[in-house]
């Protein structure tokens, strides 16, 4: 049985992006709110909100080239953000070729893509790069949105994901399930973790990572699961928070509720 047969309510979700989704809960005009990007306990209590993690996915670099495989290409986080920053601008580059050397690269330009739109998604990856990259980290930073040094924008993880299957030579980044549904086009690469193994976006390498999360030690579930420890663990995670309204009810035992 449906639940709108069951109950007679309607739930009615929008693909909105992050920045959206926020304005909108914060604003009343909607009853829950998503984001890949938790919002500080300050301004939960400024709005009145309560958040809580509800699922985890990760961010996984994409690109567009001829005859490279899905979990082919290598990626180590400086090399991420080089590319981003615009100091690596061609496929065969002596820096990428160095920890790929058994793929054949074209001799063509890297074609930047990133978000348009505010997003927890870049807010991740930007997050990340700041973690491994000091000059990414001083010249860009982290955010929703950020001012990229280069690149084209494309709204939401489709329209990345669109702009990265229809430009050869292009590299993006999504959230893994939009990655897995351009299979035809794009493939994802491994990237260089923590403890420095290249590893695959996959279900036990996002657990690894997950697996170093204290929640019951953060207030308000304020965690940020980039470049975790651990030998399997994937470079960044997407805990997925969900916000609503809170009331005085809802908010003082919350995390007894979800930690029981």
């Excluded at 993690?53 to 670099?61: D, E």
């Excluded at 690149?151 to 994901?161: F, I, P, S, W, Y």
């Amino acid at each position: 049985m449906s639940y709108f047969a069951a109950t007679g309510n309607s739930v009615h979700y929008q693909p909105i992006g992050s920045g959206l989704g926020i304005k909108a809960i914060k604003n009343a005009e909607v009853d829950f709110g998503a984001s890949d990007k938790p919002l500080d306990p300050s301004e939960l209590r400024k709005d009145g909100l309560i958040q809580f993690p509800i699922v985890i996915g990760g961010v996984v670099p994409v690109v567009n080239i001829e005859g490279v495989k899905p979990s082919e290409m290598k990626f180590t986080g400086q090399l991420l953000a080089d590319i981003y920053l615009g100091k690596v601008r061609k496929w065969n580059d002596p820096t990428i070729r160095q920890i790929n050397p058994t793929l054949s690269l074209p001799d063509s330009a890297i074609t930047v893509v990133h978000r348009l739109d505010a997003s927890g998604t870049t807010f991740n990856w930007c997050n990340y790069l700041s973690k491994v990259s000091a000059v990414w980290k001083a010249r860009v930073g982290e955010g929703t949105t950020v001012d990229w040094p280069l690149g084209l924008g494309g709204k939401g993880n489709d329209g990345v994901a669109s702009l990265v299957a229809m430009i050869p030579g292009a590299i993006g980044y999504l959230e893994y399930a939009y990655a897995l549904q351009k299979f035809q086009r794009i493939s994802f690469g491994v990237v260089e973790n923590s403890s420095g193994n290249f590893v695959s976006p996959s279900r036990s390498n996002f657990q690894a990572a997950a697996s170093s999360a204290a929640w019951d030690s953060e207030n308000d579930f304020f965690l940020i699961l980039t470049n975790a420890p651990g030998a399997e663990a994937y470079l960044s995670l997407l805990p997925l928070s969900c916000f609503c309204r809170g009331t005085r009810s809802l908010r003082l035992p919350l995390r007894a509720r979800l930690t029981s």
